[in-house]
């Protein structure tokens, strides 16, 4: 069982847009900021998004990430057959003094 | 080019201990934190603690207190992590990450999986 709860599973077609959600509690979300990364099969999860909403250099603004409370949101816009894998939240933890992540959301572009 | 290499998978009996290693390449080992987490079959990421290579100074997650231990060798670029007393809830890829300037983990190691098994 994660820190931080997200949806197992998501899809969408090309070109769709799909909002995946990341729930967590007032010692984590609530009071830090959220990162966001994409494990595509058999590499190592890449940094989407950072700091809530910014986006490394390289990152396309097809990503956007929010917060809200004790809630995170990644949009994916103009979803693309590459986006498919695995999305992963992840937040300081003010009680456990360290890092926590979500379960992850598969993503399928159907 | 930047990078986190483990080393490989292990198998050990309920109770005893594993290390695993983690060398740097690529950037100024001294410069960043580097931390260890797990992954369990089927269950999310947990954190297990983080090591300063500069000075080693170390914070682990309470959840293991006492029974992990991070070490850091300057002179290899390399990390260690070992645990002690496992058993089978300890069975999973532990993989060691590198925050960026941004603190989101920007580098990642490869995975080694840990199985403990009589």
């Known amino acids: 069982q994660s820190v931080l709860t997200q949806p197992p599973s998501a899809s969408g077609t090309p070109g769709q847009r799909v909002t995946l959600s990341c729930f967590g509690s007032?010692?984590?979300?609530?009071?830090?900021?959220v990162n966001w990364y994409q494990q595509l099969p058999g590499t190592a999860p890449k940094v989407l998004i950072y700091?809530?909403?910014r986006r490394p250099s390289g990152v396309p603004d097809r990503f956007s990430g929010s917060r809200s409370g004790t809630a995170a949101s990644l949009v994916i816009s103009d979803l693309q057959s590459e986006d498919e894998g695995d999305y992963l939240c992840?937040?300081?933890?003010?009680?456990?003094?360290?890092?926590?992540f979500g379960g992850g959301t598969k993503l399928t572009v159907l | 080019q930047v990078q986190l290499v483990q080393s490989g998978a292990e198998v050990r009996k309920p109770g005893a201990s594993v290390t695993v290693s983690c060398k740097a390449s690529?950037?100024?080992?001294?410069?960043?934190?580097l931390y260890w987490v797990r992954q369990a079959p089927g269950q999310a990421l947990e954190w297990m603690g983080r090591?300063?290579?500069?000075?080693?100074?170390?914070r682990y997650a309470q959840k293991l207190q006492g029974r992990v231990t991070m070490t850091s060798d300057t002179s290899t670029s390399t990390v260690y992590m070992e645990l002690s007393r496992l058993t089978s809830e300890d069975t999973a890829v532990y993989i060691c990450?590198?925050?960026?300037?941004?603190?989101?983990?920007?580098?990642w190691g490869q995975g080694t999986t840990v199985t403990v098994s009589s």
């Open positions: 090591i300063n290579p500069s000075d080693g100074s170390t």
């Open positions: 700091n809530n909403d």
């Open positions: 007032s010692s984590n979300i609530a009071g830090n900021t």
């Open positions: 990450a590198r925050p960026g300037s941004n603190d989101a983990f920007d580098i």
């Open positions: 992840s937040a300081w933890d003010d009680s456990l003094s360290g890092p926590v």
């Open positions: 690529g950037y100024t080992f001294n410069s960043y934190y």
